[in-house]
């Protein structure tokens, strides 16, 4: 079975400790964080630790580490990492807005040796509204570093809109140590803000959009956990409750992995 995770973008407009209590409410058996480190203070992560302990829920992953455009690791980077540690996190999500291959390495370089004192691997994610946009290019960092904390995260939704569903059974699976998971429209157009919406609000529940999934799946290894980023106005709307929006999407993605749903 898959560990099925909740993405802290299914309650985007709720706290960390909200979240942690969805989690166990709907029964997840881990879940993500987003770590503002100007607003995630100690008693934030004492509580999240003892509500995620009083649920027995894991923490899948913190984000996000945004590298700015001069490629430069900061404190606020570290602190994201330094909160993962804590909270037992097995992953750290890492964006970049820097054009740089070189600076790009080094700065991935000096946050995986970070990542790796916690026991967390540091996952390179590609976008298209970033400067990483496509899953060879992100595969291409982490292999040039080689540190054994690398990894890449893949979002389908992003998968998709590189057109590489083809290339991730070429990927070393060692470096794939899980996947965002959601369904979505067919296609976007090709402007930034087009992009942003698609990914901030018009996600779908998987089966429910025209995405590939089956096939993603089986290019995976079976035991990679799935954070299920389902960012979506219309379950927001439809499911104002935190509780209610975490079970409907743990329970529509649970079937949907069981067969029930069409592909």
Not at 180 to 187: K, L, R, S
Request: some cysteine.
């Amino acid at each position: 079975m898959r560990t099925l995770s909740l993405a802290a973008g299914v309650l985007p407009e709720f706290e960390p400790t909200v979240l942690a209590e969805a989690a166990v409410e709907a029964g997840f058996p881990a879940v993500g964080f987003t770590v503002r480190p100007e607003t995630w203070t100690d008693a934030v992560t004492a509580t999240v630790q003892s509500t995620l302990r009083a649920g027995n829920v894991d923490v899948l992953d913190v984000e996000v580490i945004w590298i700015g455009e001069d490629g430069q690791v900061t404190d606020g980077h570290r602190r994201i990492l330094d909160v993962g540690g804590e909270l037992g996190a097995r992953n750290a999500l890492i964006v970049t807005s820097c054009t740089d291959f070189g600076r790009n390495c080094r700065a991935f370089e000096q946050l995986a040796e970070h990542a790796h004192r916690y026991g967390i691997r540091a996952c390179l994610e590609f976008l298209r509204i970033c400067a990483v946009t496509h899953l060879t290019q992100a595969l291409a960092i982490v292999e040039t570093v080689g540190h054994p904390a690398g990894g890449v995260l893949i979002d389908t939704l992003h998968l998709a809109r590189c057109a590489q569903f083809d290339k991730v059974s070429n990927a070393d699976p060692a470096r794939l140590p899980y996947v965002q998971f959601c369904d979505g429209n067919a296609e976007c157009a090709d402007d930034y803000q087009s992009l942003l919406e698609d990914a901030v609000d018009l996600r779908a529940l998987p089966g429910e959009g025209a995405l590939p999934l089956r096939g993603v799946l089986s290019a995976l290894a079976p035991d990679v956990p799935l954070s299920l980023e389902i960012r979506s106005r219309a379950l927001r709307e439809a499911y104002p409750e935190p509780v209610a929006r975490a079970r409907h999407v743990l329970e529509c993605t649970r079937r949907y992995l069981e067969g029930t749903v069409p592909a």
